[in-house]
């Protein structure tokens, strides 16, 4: 990839906005270093979804630059990629195209699902992990999703891939239509939060404060406050741009 096809992809856009976005997509397919690299993405993200809550008219044309960037031989920022494109689809009102604009986005991200799909079973933890998270967010089939994330939660043997997938199971549990039904959401997230693997506690907690989600006999926050110092100790988490 090189800045002509970023110039490409950012055609008939002179907004000064979209020149700093082009600027930081080239930085970031440069980064030598995980700062660099971070740097960067985080810039992307306050240009195009500023604190998580809104979208721009260059949302979409970075969207389209970062999946090929994705696509990029040996390009080394994958995880930090695919978490930015998770951030701008839970930008409230894009996973349901509640504007043109909002909609525009929405199918720039889905139009790279099938990559995505294929990193979610890539070999870099950190790839897959963050890979099976934007999945969760983009599902167009949320008790199939469940089930899938659930059953591979089930057989997963490292601790922080395993949180991963207990927060996809629950993204889609959880999903705004209730397909998984709210019995099997409550019992699989009661059985989670109580996971000898504190990581998944603390993710499957957290995702349900976010939500304001109230279980029944539990505590979540407290579950969260002291799962959160032996996820630190055992370094149970992975690297996030943010």
Request: with cysteine.
């Amino acid at each position: 990839m090189d800045s002509l096809t970023i110039d490409q992809v950012f055609h008939g856009m002179d907004s000064v906005e979209a020149g700093r976005a082009r600027e930081q997509l080239m930085l970031l397919r440069r980064a030598e270093t995980e700062d660099e690299a971070t740097d960067a993405v985080h810039a992307l993200h306050e240009i195009v979804c500023y604190s998580a809550v809104t979208v721009e008219e260059e949302t979409v044309p970075t969207v389209q630059a970062l999946y090929l960037l994705l696509a990029v031989e040996g390009f080394r920022w994958r995880q930090f990629v695919l978490q930015l494109l998770e951030t701008i689809i839970c930008v409230d009102g894009v996973a349901r195209g509640e504007s043109s604009l909002k909609a525009r986005v929405r199918a720039a991200v889905m139009a790279g699902v099938p990559l995505v799909e294929a990193m979610s079973f890539d070999q870099d933890r950190d790839v897959k992990g963050a890979a099976i998270l934007l999945l969760a967010q983009t599902s167009s089939d949320r008790l199939a999703d469940f089930r899938r994330f659930s059953s591979a939660f089930a057989e997963e043997r490292d601790p922080v891939l395993k949180a991963d997938l207990a927060h996809a199971a629950a993204v889609c549990a959880w999903d705004d239509d209730r397909s998984v039904g709210v019995a099997v959401a409550t019992d699989w997230s009661k059985r989670a939060l109580g996971d000898a693997n504190p990581a998944v506690g603390f993710r499957v907690g957290q995702y349900l404060l976010e939500r304001g989600i109230e279980l029944e006999g539990v505590n979540v926050q407290e579950i969260v406050d002291s799962s959160l110092p032996r996820v630190l100790a055992r370094r149970l988490f992975r690297m996030e741009y943010m």
